[in-house]
Structures are given as C-alpha cells and as structure tokens.
C-alpha cells in the first residue's frame, strides 16, 4: 500500500481567497490571450512589474502585462504607486474582474495602456491628497491608489469604460 500525503487545502481565509483569486485571474487573462492566436506566459511572480509576458508566434515581438484583480460587483481596483509611473507603450495594465465560485456575473476585463494609466492614476491621486478628507483632516499619503470601475468615473471625470475587452490595443503592438 503506497503512502500518500494529504492534498493542502487552499486557506479559505478572506486574505487566502483573494490571493487565490489574484493568482487565477493571471492565468484567466493568459488564456484570452492564448485564444486570441498569442504566446502568453505568466511570470509566477519572477519578472519585476510582469504578470504576463505576450509574444507574437515568432516570438519577436513581446508586451509586458500587469494584472489587477477585482470582484465584477466591486466599485473599484487597488493598485499601488507603480500605477503613476508609464513604463511605455509596451506595458499594459489589464483590469480583471474574477467572478466569485459559483457566481454567474461575467468576467470584466479592462486593458489600458500604461501611459494612460499613468496620467490618470497620477491626477485622480493627487487631486485626492489635495483635497481635505472626512471632518476636514489632511489626508496621509500611502502606496494605495484607487481606479473606479465603471459606471464610476474619478474626481477628475475619467473612466476605463472605454478600455473594456480592448484586446485589440495589444494585438497592435503585436503586430
């Protein structure tokens, strides 16, 4: 008779289920990019600022992706302070809004190219520290930022509607 080990059970803790979510929610993105004809790897966590490494066929054209996992009933994505910085045309953000197990809402996916992202993320936060908080206190800065979803739009009026299943903006940089 073999010995087997038992299976770990994935922590069913609030941390452990949306880090689960954010893991599942690279490899969702991965295979939309497969389907759509492209060679996409997730890093695991290996390559700095890169979830997602996608290539045309050939592999002589490539396109860094960062993913970003949200629930589709949620108001809006944390990301952090790298969302102000452009990395270039060649990097995307990829807004992923994962459906809870057993849910029948329908995957979001949001591409927005990281100079867009930049502007944007830098003005809606700064416009937000600028501004006095709750009971007129002066905010604190910290390493969060806050992209509303739709039907949401910043302090400043912008909103990622227009970047939903925009798969096109990376297919032209792929081709």
């Known amino acids: 008779m073999a010995l087997t080990s038992p ?5 069913r803790s609030a941390g452990g289920v949306k880090i689960a979510r954010g893991n599942a929610s690279q490899f969702f993105v991965a295979g939309e990019l497969c389907r759509r004809g492209w060679s996409a790897v997730v890093t695991l966590g290996n390559t700095p600022n890169t979830d997602i490494l996608v290539s045309d066929p050939e592999g002589t054209k ?3 992706i960062q993913v970003k996992t949200f629930r589709p009933s949620d108001r809006s994505v944390a990301v952090g ?3 102000e910085r452009n990395f270039g045309e060649r990097f995307i953000w990829v807004l992923a809004g994962i459906p809870e197990a057993g849910s029948t809402e329908p995957f979001q996916y949001f591409i927005v190219p990281s100079p867009v992202m930049a502007e944007h993320v830098s003005a809606a936060h700064a416009a937000w520290l600028g501004a006095l908080g709750k009971n ?3 905010r604190q800065d ?3 930022r806050q992209v ?3 039907p949401k739009t910043d302090s400043l009026g912008w909103s990622v509607e227009k970047y939903r ?3 096109d903006i990376i297919e032209q940089l792929l081709t």
């Open 7 to 11: 299976r770990p059970r994935p922590s």
């Open 62 to 64: 490539f396109v860094h």
């Open 81 to 83: 302070r790298k969302a």
């Open 136 to 138: 007129g206190h002066v």
């Open 142 to 144: 910290s390493d969060v």
């Open 148 to 150: 509303l979803l739709p």
């Open 165 to 167: 299943n925009r798969w």
